[in-house]
Every structure is written in C-alpha cells, then in structure tokens.
C-alpha cells in the first residue's frame, strides 16, 4: 500500500495562486491530480509521466494549472495560477503503477485537500 501525503491547498481570492504537492515514498509512479466539488464526479486536472517527459491538462486548467514532480523526493506538484470560483473543490492526488492515464484508473490516492476561491 502506498501512503500518498498531500499539503497545501486553502482559501484564495479568484485570480490568485495556490500550489499543492503530493509526496509517494518508496517508488516512481505515473501520477495525476483530480478534483471534486459536492454533487459532482471526480475530474481529471493533470497527470505526468514517471519521467516527467509528459503532462496532461484537463481542458478547463490548460493554461493556468502546471504540474511537474521531483523524482528525487517522489513527490509531484500542482501550481494553480488565475484561479477561478468554478475551480473550488477537494483536490486529490492519485497513482500509478504503469504508464500515465488521464482516467481515475490510480491505484493509490491521497487524503484530498479543499482549495476554495473566492469571488
């Protein structure tokens, strides 16, 4: 069983910024980033490879949302920029044992951390 730990996260102004990072100790996985506001179904926000040589962006963050990871410390990060009220839901990093994908198919995930934006 994989231990994902995630921090960050919390209350923004819309336009603002907030970054999440997400650590997996004890191996390289494909991870990803999901998030679910009440009443709604678990989205995909960005995903990356075990390398880091390819990243994913749902279409409603493409151009606002970065991720990027530090094999080193197995951990992976989201950077959110421009933020939006519609953007305000439980954040949940996920992972992977194989290659990366941008459906919920993650066999590990972390606890979720809230990022919620004002307007």
């Known amino acids: 069983q994989v231990q994902l730990v995630q921090s960050g996260g919390g209350l923004v102004q819309a336009g603002g910024s907030l970054s999440l990072s997400c650590a997996a100790p004890g191996g390289i996985y494909s991870m990803g980033w999901f998030r679910q506001a009440p009443g709604t179904e678990r989205e995909f926000v960005a995903a990356?490879?075990?390398?880091?040589?390819?990243?994913y962006y749902g279409d409603s963050v493409k151009g606002r949302f970065t991720i990027s990871r530090d094999s080193a410390k197995n951990t992976v990060y989201l950077q959110m920029n421009s933020l939006k009220p519609e953007d305000t839901a439980v954040y949940y990093c996920a992972a992977r044992v194989g290659l990366v994908v941008t459906t919920t198919a993650y066999q590990f995930w972390g606890q979720g951390t809230q990022v919620t934006v004002s307007s």
């Open positions: 990356i490879s075990r390398s880091g040589g390819a990243a």
